[in-house]
């Protein structure tokens, strides 16, 4: 199987662990780096506690290519990510020049008081990451990529870091749907499964209309492999006298 | 404050680190554990492979008083999340007696096939957790629980297991929303927040018709420390010649 580079995800917030948010951001990160071959290998949802993110930032830098954060980096007490990303690293964090020279140039004169000031603060050796929408910035320790919570600007965030990431192969998806349950479906996809070990086929069970049906998703780099499981998958619906509902390769 | 028992939520599924599903589970485990006053530590997201939950689990169930799982309980070959809770503990596992009774009740006559046999595979020293859906049993092994991927089956499970579960002292979340930009509301928020260490308050920014707002958020265990917050914040929007757009207690 061709190799693809690894990451990791760190959702920083309370407000995602207390239920209060339901988190968008590991989805798009997914997507977007998913486009270029970087596969996530694991997600992290931690608090607004320092110990706790510096302990997921070690665990997972060492684990995987990259680290993308979300979370934790505006102007208010409880924007603690840059400070944790610090001591996780050892290293200092004051505020940049070159930071607080991008959010004088965004506010009014007199406008970039201590608070927004806060937003300068990058921890020693780090690599700003622009932030088209609303200037403050992220940054980049190592292989750790911090970006803000809010998702309409890791969206843009991310967009602009993808030409400068090392990506690898690109996994293609080919879902087929179709009405029948999963348990008469299963020793014949795991046949394919067994052939085709460079495929990683998942089953999804769903109730339509009171019928139950799955949603067989293949996953692969390999193309010619993934054709050949999909075929077989279509063959194996059809033995089973069901007919497919919906296929989609995305 | 008052102590509360603490859970990690695992959350397990290529799809989820595809970012071709959205996980649903976290936050109606949060608000239902929140309920009895089990708070979230932690959540995780890993793939479909044996070594990632067992280690996953290994280090969540000694850092938290409760676990619980979501995903890969089903007949197909993808679900191997029983066999890598018995790996993470060291037991064995096969078929449970009581398991596959409850799935032969089930199930017409002669239709309780090898894939849904698979279901009734339980590890050694597992309590049942009962699905009055679908009936295909989740498990407690020690202090982690196991459920299915299905948010309405992790629903009704869920709910069928609080009353077991030892709670402690519910945490109440007071938000109020004003459109003050977060940097203008930060030095007073920051001077509550130093003053009331038994509330955490966070700031959560939004944009909305064009203008910059905050949704303020304090969450305590302590009720009237959290008036206490609330009112000095009602002050603090007020100070700031803005007013509050909504509020709310839940």
Redesign the interface.
């Known amino acids: 199987m061709t190799t693809q580079p690894t990451a990791a995800i760190l959702l920083i917030?309370?407000?995602?662990?207390?239920?209060?948010?339901?988190?968008?951001n590991?989805?798009?990160?997914?997507?977007k780096l998913?486009s270029i071959g970087i596969?996530?290998?694991?997600?992290?949802?931690?608090?607004?506690e320092e110990d706790?993110i510096a302990a997921a930032v070690n665990g997972l830098h060492v684990k995987c290519d990259y680290v993308f954060t979300t979370g934790g980096i505006?102007?208010?007490?409880?924007d603690i990510t840059a400070d944790s990303i610090a001591k996780a690293f050892g290293v200092s964090i004051g505020i940049r020049e070159d930071a607080r020279a991008i959010l004088e140039a965004h506010y009014p004169t007199g406008e970039l008081?201590?608070?927004?000031l806060?937003m300068a603060r990058i921890p020693e050796g780090a690599e700003l990451i622009l932030n088209p929408v609303s200037k403050a910035p992220g940054f980049r320790l190592e292989n750790v990529y911090v970006l803000p919570g809010?998702p309409l600007l890791v969206e843009v965030m991310v967009d602009g870091l993808l030409e400068r990431l090392q990506g690898g192969a690109v996994?293609l998806?080919h879902?087929i749907a179709a009405f029948v349950p999963?348990?008469?479906?299963?020793?014949g996809?795991?046949a394919i499964?067994n052939d085709l070990p460079q495929v990683?086929?998942?089953?999804?069970?769903f109730l339509r209309d009171g019928k139950a049906g799955a949603n067989l998703?293949c996953?692969s780099t390999d193309e010619a492999a993934l054709d050949a499981a999909a075929a077989r998958i279509r063959a194996l619906i059809a033995s089973l006298g069901a007919k497919v509902e919906a296929e989609e390769r995305t």
């Open positions: 917030g309370d407000e995602l662990l207390s239920g209060r948010t339901k988190d968008a590991l989805s798009c990160l997914a997507l998913g596969e996530i290998k694991e997600a992290r949802v931690v608090p607004d706790e505006g102007p208010t007490h409880d008081n201590c608070s927004r806060r809010i996994a998806t879902s999963e348990s008469h479906v299963a020793p996809l795991e499964q990683r086929i998942g089953s999804y069970p998703v996953r």
